[in-house]
């Protein structure tokens, strides 16, 4: 069972930031991709950031250059750090992490989720 911690959502005015952090443990043999998705109430769940293992990354056009996804892989952390927030950021932010216990089978893992509301 691997579990998930998600901290630091919240509130916070347009142009405003905030720093995400998402530590995984549990059984895992290694961590391959970590990211952050948002769902927004109406609105399907989006890939917001994700990051290899090799530290390749990925961004939603909506997020490049005001957002950053980092990792701790001596921690099993990834962090979304959230610069010039806008109130479209404002959703639920869910951290995922793909994982092998044994072998070639990649797992999925969830976190419960963090509010993040960015008022105008």
């Known amino acids: 069972q691997v579990q998930l911690v998600e901290s630091g959502g919240g509130l916070v005015r347009a142009g405003g930031s905030l720093r995400l952090s998402c530590a995984a443990s549990?059984?895992?043999?290694?961590?391959?991709?970590m990211g952050w998705y948002r769902q927004a109430p109406g609105k399907q769940r989006e890939l917001v950031a994700s990051i290899g293992s090799g530290g390749n990354t990925d961004y939603a056009d909506s997020v490049k250059g005001r957002f950053t996804i980092s990792r701790d892989n001596a921690k099993n952390t990834v962090y979304l750090q959230m610069n010039s927030l806008r109130p479209e950021d404002t959703a639920v932010y869910y951290c995922?992490?793909?994982?092998?216990?044994?072998?070639?089978?990649?797992?999925?893992?969830w976190g419960q989720g963090t509010q993040v509301t960015v008022s105008s």
């Open positions: 995922n992490v793909k994982y092998r216990r044994s072998g070639w089978y990649e797992y999925d893992a």
């Open positions: 549990g059984s895992m043999s290694s961590i391959n991709a």
